[in-house]
């Protein structure tokens, strides 16, 4: 799961342009054959630079078996596109055929009305093979209104050469992160870690580490503002009050990545979306110095949340069987097995893993076991929206603005404004 990556002015009016080629274009995605033909406007949600050059080629080999369709590929900013998509649904006018939807997205569309249901249709063929986490994200109301193309989770990125350098492992716990800060610190001058500070999703590992969640949709309660919510914020306070942490309040992908990738800081919290990113920098000209481990476990253990995107086909699609077909082919075993070799992306078919792609990955491999075990988000219409308000807490209590005990309860009182009839 890409977070908030900054798009380049291009991208942006690439986006733009969408809303003149989207699905009013006038096809019903069939010839007198029977052959596949017309549009399909497709927002890709992934990062500009290198994912999306790898997306773009695959949806390229879907227009080569298809030599009738044209795939309008389309790049939107990962932070502008769950509502541009909205706001295009809800008009009738320049919403995609086909959109990179982030897992907590899917339900909250469905639930809206703006996707198609898939069941039955070819976008899921041979949809056993997918595993059972990547598919909870993808169901609503007992319908299927995704594929999931990509399961993640999170890890620790590591300079191997500073830690190294300074004596210390990766660490398994909290502690362990604090005496390896002080050392790396006192031996190199470089800052232990950087704990990007503008986006909530970077502090759910800490919370699960707590033994605390946002809420509890079974009982339909609000947990973030439980004891085990104001520990979570006093960690991660506390790792920036005494020094093992630098963050940030703004810009944080771009400041947390330069960052690590110039060497100013030894680790930073990650997933498997910021590989190829990471290893264009300065300090991994030779790959084999980054290192990945598991998250820090809390007082209550390990935890890491559970991420990924699911492609969706828009309900006012006028090219529906196209857009099925589309998805179907980049969500493949063979799709999925190309963006794990080039891009170290998890797949979320079983039998991609057997591919040599995957299986010559070491990030691949290092990733699945810590995705098998990651801890499953919401999957509620309100999903995607319980992020605002922690953001802006999380923020305010690794900037000194306000205390972990007034940052949960801030928390939890917007939640239950937001989850109407929750406890």
């Known amino acids: 799961m890409r977070r908030g990556i900054t798009a380049t002015a291009l991208v942006a009016a690439l986006a733009l342009a969408a809303t ?6 006038k ?50 900013p990962f932070g502008d596109a769950q509502n541009k998509f909205k706001n295009a649904a809800q008009a009738g006018d320049g919403a995609p055929d086909v959109i990179r939807s982030e897992v907590a997205w899917t339900p909250d569309f469905a639930n809206l009305g703006y996707l198609a249901p ?42 191997k050469k500073l830690l190294a350098d300074a004596g210390v492992e990766a660490p398994t716990d909290l502690g362990e992160l604090k005496s390896a800060a ?13 704990l990007r500070g503008d986006d909530p999703y970077y502090f759910l590992s800490f919370l699960y580490g707590e033994g605390g969640d946002l809420v509890d949709a079974g009982s339909k309660t609000v947990t973030v503002d439980k004891p085990e919510g104001v520990k979570a914020f006093t960690a991660v306070k506390e790792l920036v009050d005494d020094g093992t942490a630098k963050t940030d309040a703004s810009d944080g992908w771009e400041n947390m990545m330069q960052a690590f990738k110039n060497g100013d800081v030894a680790m930073m919290i990650n997933g498997p979306w910021a590989v190829a990113d990471t290893l264009t920098g300065s300090e991994f000209t030779d790959k084999a110095n980054l290192g990945i481990a598991t998250v820090p476990a809390g007082s209550a253990g390990q935890g890491a949340p559970q991420g990924g995107h699911n492609l969706a086909v828009y309900a006012g699609s006028k090219n529906l069987d196209a857009s099925y077909a589309f998805v179907e082919y980049m969500t493949s075993v063979e799709s999925q097995a190309t963006a794990a070799g080039e891009l170290n992306l998890l797949p ?16 691949v491999g290092f990733f699945k076991p810590v995705v098998e075990t990651a801890v499953e988000r919401p999957w509620i219409p309100e999903g995607g929206s319980l992020f605002a308000p922690l953001g802006i807490e999380y923020t305010k209590v690794l900037t000194g603005q306000t205390t972990p005990e007034k940052a949960a309860k801030a928390t939890g009182d917007s939640y239950r404004k937001l989850l109407k009839d929750w406890k």
């Open 182 to 194: 002080k050392k790396i610190k006192d031996k190199t001058g470089k800052t232990g870690l950087y």
């Open 118 to 159: 898939l069941d039955g249709t070819a976008a899921l063929k041979n949809q056993d093979d997918f595993l059972d986490q990547a598919v909870a994200s993808t169901k609503y109301d007992d319908k299927t209104y995704a594929v999931p193309q990509v399961i993640d989770s999170m890890g620790v990125f590591y300079n």
């Open 348 to 363: 979320t078919r079983t039998s991609a893993y057997a591919k040599k792609e995957a299986v010559n990955s070491e990030i």
């Open 27 to 76: 096809s019903d995605g069939g010839s007198s054959s029977g052959e596949l033909s017309g549009t399909v406007t497709w927002w890709d949600t992934s990062s500009v630079g290198s994912e999306d050059k790898v997306f773009k080629k695959l949806a390229e080999g879907f227009e080569k078996k298809h030599p009738k369709v044209d795939v309008k590929y389309v790049n939107v």
């Open 20 to 25: 003149a080629c989207g699905s009013d274009d």
